[in-house]
Each structure stands twice: as structure tokens, then as C-alpha cells.
């Protein structure tokens, strides 16, 4: 299994609207989506759950959202202690303006509040997640609470048994400081482990250098206790770890991948692999350290083609841009990397992204060294150029050009195309914009060798939809 928590710190934490929309009472906030709290609301059985939270929140209290939380929800339904039913776990502040967690269970009379956990956090959640760390088909339930450094949070595992009335919660069997942690299988076995990353200040003589000693920490269940079995050593000189994910990184090989910020925007990026029965730097190579893996913004790694393999993501330069170009005028394209499980890294994936305009266009592979982008130059038309690029002459070769214009102005374009017989394409329409590619045709002074490899490196429209997708607001 793998889980890949990222991107999305420091949310609104508070939706007392959802509440609101569900008919819990005390509401003073904006209408939010009712979808946030339960799913689809016009379900008997959600409807039930919705009064029952009602009836189980303290009073003044306002459900709210972990900060990495992928489903969005306050209120989820997990098996927490392995009887084959699911509770429903809520999130909430409380009057004291402190975060907590409560579980409801389900039986014949109906959803009942089963208990609060005594644990809470006047600085959020950062994440919750129930799995069977030990295979013996009880499940662990793992809640990870802010504190008020950001490298020094406490998650807590908890067990909990069907059989157990539960008049006060459960402590947890362990307590852990981190300041990022995954759930992963990092060896192979099948089953989850706890992997962290620990930030502890170094000298009085490096405080005043911002460095930190960090080291990377792989938690088991053995026995019944949480044993820290492995841990390893990271590079102390990055501001902190953005990202951390857990899994498949080559064929039959399990590991790490971790994504660092160095300096005011730029990062850096390592792979471990389990080998042997510890964990072994794979990416960079010993000895390179920063070079291959220093990208000028931040990346986020992980599984980028969605074949259930971990991918290095790195930054390239688009072919073509003037030498003297500043950083902010910089295009450049992301490339996944994966790792052949030996000694070399291949691209399985590219794409362009346009974050301000949140959409991405990802390159067939034939396009790759072949094909660059750019931004229009002075009054030029459109937002971007998807052009071939010849290397030796600099000669570029048009493919077609990206709009992206307002829904309010889309008629007009597209009725001036119309009249003027451009091919066109409609892509996707997302927050209020509608993205189209405009077709260049292909020029008389091309030569048969050109117009060649421009016929081979076209999409259709249909193949650029496929390509074209509309990226998350976060």
C-alpha cells in the first residue's frame, strides 16, 4: 500500500458551514460544499450520521479538517477496531479553540457517540489513518498531532478493541515526535510500516545557521510495542522535508523518496532503497550529492505516471530559451525519473505546467528532445507555442498554440475562428477559463524532411484531450 500525503499544508482547517448544510445548529460561516462532510447528503444513512454528529459534538464546537487529509472530510468511516463494521471518525474544535477526535459506532439503535480521545491540539491535526501495522487483522488507528514547531510533531497509535466499552479513550501504545511521517510499505512485506523523518537541533554554535541533525525512522509492531528497527542519516543542510513517500520504487524494489528545500525556492531530492535489510542512498549517487538532484523550484515526488512505481521528479530547462534569460522567465518542463532498480534513472514521463492557469499538458513520448515550449513574445496570439525544435539550426517548427480566455469571451474566439477557418479544438473548461489549441499549418519553405516529422509529432484533438488536463486548485 501505498499513501502520498502532499502538498496541501496549512488548509482552512475550520468547516462549520458543512455543518450548517447538514442541519447541525450553531453555525456562523459561509456555506461551504455539504459533500466535505459526508459524501452524497441525500442518503438515509448519512442523514442519520449527520444528526448523530450533531448530538455528539460538544457544544460550540466546529468540524474541521486535518491538515493532509486526501478525502477532504471531517467525517470518515473506517474499521478502527477490526469487528468488520465502520466507525466514523469526526474531527472538531472544540469551545477552547482546540482540535480533537471522536468515534461513533453504529448499532441497532443507530450511531452513538463511543468516545473522545483525551488528546488535543490548539495548533490542528496533521493527519489520521487506520491500518494493520502487525498483519494479525486488528487494525491501528495513527493520529498525528501539530505542535507548535513544525518539526516537532507527536504521532500518537492507538488500538483499539470491538470488545471494550470505553468509558474514557484509550492511551496510545505509542507516542512518536516527527516532523513529516508517511504510512508505506518500505521493504515489501505487504504490510504497512511508520516511516518519519526526526529534526533535532544540532550545537549552540549551528543555531545560528538554521542546521538541524535529521534522520529518516522506520516504526514496526512487534510483539504487541512499536520498535523503531531502522534508521538512517539525512543531509542536515536543507531548510526541512516538504514531502516524504513510502513504496514501490523499481521493479521488486521498496523504499523512500524524499523531496528538500534548499534556499529560498530551490530543492533537493534522494531516493533510499531496502537492500539487504536496510536502507541504502540510490539517488544521488555518493558523491554527487547535490548536482544531479538540485532543482531552482520545488518538485514533488512520487508517482507521477500512476503505474504503482515511485518516480524522481526533476526540472529541465525547455529547449530553445534565450541564454541570458532571468529565473522568472524561465519555462521549464517536469520530468518523472524512475528507477531501473540497478544504477540508472529513465524519464517515463514529461509534461508541461501552468500553475497560474492550472492546467498541464503531458508529452507523448515521441516528443521528448524533440518538441519545446515557450511563452508568446510581444503580440503574439495565445498563451503558449508547442513548437518542434531543431537543436543544431535552432529552427523551430509550430505545432500548435494553447489559449486559454475567459468563459465570458469564449463565443466571440470562437465564432471569429469560425469565420476565418482556423482548426481548432476545445480541450477543457475548469474555473471560469476554456482552454483550446489552435493548429499552425505547416509552412512552404519547410523541407520534405520538416514537413516529415511535423506529420509525425501532430495530435489530432482527440489525442491532445487525452493529453490536456486541469489541475487542483493546491
Known amino acids: 500500500m501505498m499513501r502520498q500525503r502532499g502538498g496541501r499544508q496549512v488548509r482552512l482547517r475550520v468547516l462549520a458551514a458543512v455543518i450548517c448544510m447538514l442541519g447541525i445548529t450553531g453555525c456562523q460561516y459561509t456555506a461551504t460544499p455539504a459533500d466535505l462532510l459526508l459524501g452524497p447528503r441525500d442518503t438515509p444513512e448519512n442523514a442519520e450520521l449527520a444528526a448523530a454528529v450533531r448530538e455528539a459534538l460538544p457544544a460550540r464546537a466546529k468540524l474541521s479538517l486535518p491538515d493532509q487529509d486526501e478525502a477532504m472530510s471531517a467525517v470518515r468511516k473506517a474499521d478502527v477496531d477490526g469487528d468488520g463494521s465502520k466507525e466514523a471518525i469526526v474531527t472538531f474544535i472544540n469551545e477552547a479553540e482546540e482540535q480533537q477526535v471522536l468515534l461513533l459506532k453504529e448499532g441497532v439503535e443507530g450511531w452513538r457517540l463511543w468516545f473522545t480521545f483525551g488528546e488535543r491540539s490548539s495548533y490542528g491535526i496533521d493527519w489520521i489513518d487506520v491500518t494493520d501495522l502487525d498483519g494479525d487483522g486488528n487494525p491501528e488507528m495513527l493520529i498525528g498531532w501539530n505542535q507548535y514547531e513544525m518539526f516537532d510533531r507527536t504521532l500518537n497509535v492507538y488500538q483499539i478493541r470491538p470488545q471494550e466499552e470505553y468509558k474514557t479513550a484509550p492511551r496510545p501504545i505509542a507516542e512518536l515526535s516527527y516532523s513529516k511521517s508517511v504510512l508505506g510499505d518500505i521493504d515489501g512485506n505487504g504490510r504497512d510500516e511508520i516511516v518519519l523523518i526526526r529534526e533535532e537541533q544540532l550545537g549552540k554554535e549551528d543555531q545560528l545557521f538554521g542546521l538541524m541533525d535529521r534522520t529518516l525512522h522506520v516504526y514496526r509492531l512487534e510483539r504487541g510495542s512499536i520498535a523503531n528497527t531502522e534508521t538512517a542519516a539525512l543531509s542536515s543542510e536543507v531548510n526541512g522535508y516538504y514531502n516524504l513517500v513510502?513504496?514501490?520504487?523499481?521493479?521488486?524494489?521498496?523504499?523512500?523518496?524524499?523531496?528538500?528545500?534548499?534556499?529560498?525556492?530551490?530543492?533537493?531530492?534522494?531516493?533510499?532503497?531496502?537492500?539487504?535489510g536496510r536502507l541504502v542512498q540510490v539517488y544521488p549517487m555518493r558523491g554527487s550529492e547535490y548536482d544531479s538532484s538540485f532543482n531552482v523550484y520545488s518538485t514533488e515526488s512520487g508517482d507521477g505516471n500512476s503505474d504503482g512505481i515511485l518516480e524522481i521528479q526533476v526540472l529541465k530547462e525547455a529547449m530553445g530559451q534565450p541564454s541570458n534569460a532571468t529565473m522568472s522567465e524561465l519555462v521549464l518542463i517536469e520530468q518523472w525519473k524512475q528507477w531501473d532498480g540497478k544504477g540508472d534513472f529513465h524519464v517515463?514521463?514529461?509534461?508541461?505546467?501552468?500553475?497560474?492557469?492550472?492546467?498541464?499538458?503531458?508529452?507523448?513520448?515521441?516528443?521528448?528532445?524533440?518538441?519545446?515550449?515557450?511563452?508568446?513574445?510581444?503580440?503574439?496570439?495565445?498563451?503558449?507555442?508547442?513548437?518542434?525544435?531543431?537543436?543544431?539550426?535552432?529552427?523551430?517548427?509550430?505545432?500548435?498554440?494553447?489559449?486559454?480566455?475567459?468563459?465570458g469571451d469564449w463565443n466571440a474566439l470562437e465564432q471569429a475562428w469560425k469565420d476565418q477557418g482556423v482548426r481548432y479544438s476545445e480541450l477543457a473548461k475548469g474555473a471560469g477559463m476554456v482552454h483550446a489549441a489552435e493548429w499552425e499549418e505547416p509552412m512552404e519553405d519547410w523541407t520534405a524532411e520538416e514537413l516529415a516529422l511535423y506529420n509525425d509529432l501532430q495530435l489530432n484533438g482527440d489525442e491532445l484531450k487525452r493529453l490536456f488536463k486541469l489541475l487542483p486548485e493546491n
Not at 507523448?364 to 508547442?386: A, M, S
Not at 531543431?390 to 523551430?396: P, T, V
Open 246 to 276: 513510502v513504496g514501490k520504487i523499481a521493479e521488486n524494489r521498496y523504499g523512500i523518496v524524499a523531496d528538500a528545500g534548499l534556499g529560498a525556492h530551490s530543492s533537493m531530492t534522494i531516493m533510499l532503497a531496502w537492500e539487504n
Open 348 to 407: 517515463v514521463m514529461e509534461q508541461y505546467a501552468d500553475y497560474s492557469k492550472r492546467y498541464a499538458i503531458r508529452f507523448p513520448e515521441k516528443w521528448y528532445d524533440q518538441v519545446t515550449v515557450r511563452r508568446p513574445e510581444g503580440d503574439e496570439k495565445g498563451q503558449l507555442y508547442i513548437e518542434i525544435y531543431e537543436e543544431a539550426s535552432g529552427k523551430r517548427l509550430p505545432l500548435f498554440v494553447i489559449h486559454s480566455t475567459p468563459l
